[in-house]
């Protein structure tokens, strides 16, 4: 079932500190007066312009499959290809901030304003990152719904869908409340996480975009793909979101193309799995 | 020169009101165009590339201090113009076509035009045709090519072969960079160099314009 589901531009606006994290920045280190001044003004723009928005369509496995294959031009082994065959549930998701922030990127370095548009480029990069986190958990919480016994729901932070076919919470509104899913790996139940994999990432060739944006349509909130298979709004994620075990998503990164992969990102989400404390938001 | 090292300081505080201040003043003191770019603001920046080498200070810090050059940089382009004062070198740069991400070319252009280059920036989505006659056109020494998606990348290998076809190669040299460009891939396609960062990219580009 397709759905999408807005979320409030507070709901993905990261902090200061992972902005400058994102950007190589030690925590703590004391910031120049000139620097916090542009990157506040980076956080107003971000709020004043983005318009995040979210779709999600859950997708049986062996469909998946298909959607996977592409082109026919992933890795010859992939975590996600020994992965997704183990996944309790598969959802095609495609996140986005929308293009007026871009556009103001584009004309703050048009006019000399690059200090900002940098900034302005790494907040809007992080609160993308912040806004597929946060569809991540809301995944997570209405898996969790369907698998709690009746009036037993529980709700995700600030998520406000827009269309479904099916509503279990009842009226459309703001999901607004406390959150029963913390961190990077969505929990929908007890040994269940949630984890998301997107192409051009892990062996999964960014041609599979083409089959991806076939099957979940995020044309609806204004995601298009070029024949380059980029997304625009530049400021986009798509793929899919795993649930599984915590085993079932750990991998290592032996893989012969991780040794040009410059993120190693996918360290920080297995050790999160385990650790089970919430991780750091990266700019994208 | 005491004005001259105001202005370098200045320049690395990212105090662009200040730096524009100076220059004008070195300026109405007669002190040559050439001098005040070279022991003024370039000498600043240098200071500045140095520290964002050894992690001392980060992009943002780098960012702002540019826009302060740019601020002395204005006040001196007439000057500049009219003493026939030579930049560095001249660079076309731009984001290969098919794609749209051009945040990392912008941090080389500004970089380098902080280095003393002339910088022709075709912006992003660029056809390989566009970079080599826009290249052969403006006689620029250097071709500088960006790619953040391994589908776009191809479009490199096209502006080196272009290149080659029109008895070019070899006097334009072209450099690549973007998240999924490695050295490897450089040496494969025939370009002559590689930037990993944009603080890489303008060594690099120095070093292609000296050849």
Not at chain 1, 125 to 147: F, H, I, M, P, W
Request: with cysteine.
């Amino acid at each position: 079932m397709k759905e999408i589901v807005r979320f409030p531009v507070d709901a993905c606006l990261p902090t200061a500190a992972e902005v400058l994290a994102g950007q190589g920045v030690p925590a703590g280190r004391p910031t120049a007066e000139p620097v916090a001044e542009s990157l506040r003004e980076a956080l107003n723009l971000f709020q004043e312009l983005a318009a995040p928005i979210t779709v999600v369509t859950g997708i049986p496995s062996a469909e998946f499959a298909s959607v996977y294959r592409g082109e026919g031009r992933n890795a010859p082994e992939s975590p996600l290809a020994a992965i997704f065959p183990k996944a309790e549930q598969l959802v095609l998701f495609a996140v986005t901030i929308g293009a007026p922030v871009s556009e103001e990127i584009s004309r703050l370095f048009a006019t000399g304003r690059f200090d900002l548009g940098y900034l302005l480029d790494a907040v809007a990069s992080s609160g993308t990152d912040r806004l597929a986190q946060k569809l991540q958990e809301y995944c997570a919480v209405r898996k969790q719904e369907r698998n709690s016994p009746p009036g037993h729901e529980q709700v995700a932070s600030c998520g406000l869908r827009v269309a479904g076919d099916e509503n279990p919470l009842g009226d459309l509104g703001v999901l607004g409340g406390s959150t029963s899913v913390s961190g990077s790996a969505g929990r929908a139940q007890a040994g269940t996480v949630f984890l998301r994999y997107s192409p051009g990432y892990c062996g999964w060739d960014i041609t599979g975009q083409r089959q991806l944006f076939r099957a979940l349509r995020p044309e609806d909130i204004g995601i298009t793909l070029r024949e380059s298979c980029l997304m625009e709004p530049l400021k986009s994620i798509s793929g899919v979101l795993v649930a599984a075990r915590p085993e079932v998503h750990r991998f290592d990164n032996t893989y012969p193309f991780c040794t040009v992969c410059t993120t190693q990102t996918c360290r920080s989400r297995i050790a999160e799995i385990q650790d089970g404390k919430p991780r750091k938001h990266e700019a994208g | 020169m005491e004005l001259l090292n105001q202005i370098a300081t200045s320049l690395q505080e990212g105090d662009d009101a200040r730096v524009g201040e100076l220059t004008r003043k070195a300026v109405a003191e007669k002190i040559p165009a050439r001098q005040i770019l070279d022991e003024g603001l370039v000498a600043g920046m240098n200071v500045v590339g140095s520290l964002f080498r050894d992690h001392e200070i980060f992009l943002p810090d780098v960012l702002l201090a540019a826009r302060a050059m740019y601020a002395g940089l204005d006040v001196l382009k007439p000057m500049l113009v009219s003493e026939n004062v030579p930049t560095a070198g001249k660079i076309v740069i731009g984001t290969v076509q098919g794609d749209l991400h051009d945040i990392g070319k912008n941090l080389v252009g500004i970089m380098l035009r902080g280095a003393g280059f002339e910088v022709i920036d075709l912006g992003n989505d660029v056809a390989p045709e566009k970079f080599v006659e826009t290249a052969t056109r403006e006689n620029a020494q250097v071709i500088g090519m960006s790619a953040l998606l391994t589908t776009t990348m191809t479009g490199m290998q096209r502006v080196v072969e272009l290149l080659d076809a029109k008895g070019q190669r070899g006097r334009i040299k072209t450099i690549i960079g973007g998240a999924p460009v490695t050295a490897e891939y450089a040496r494969e396609i025939g370009a002559d160099a590689f930037g990993f960062d944009a603080a890489s990219a303008v060594e690099r580009v120095k070093e292609l314009a000296a050849q």
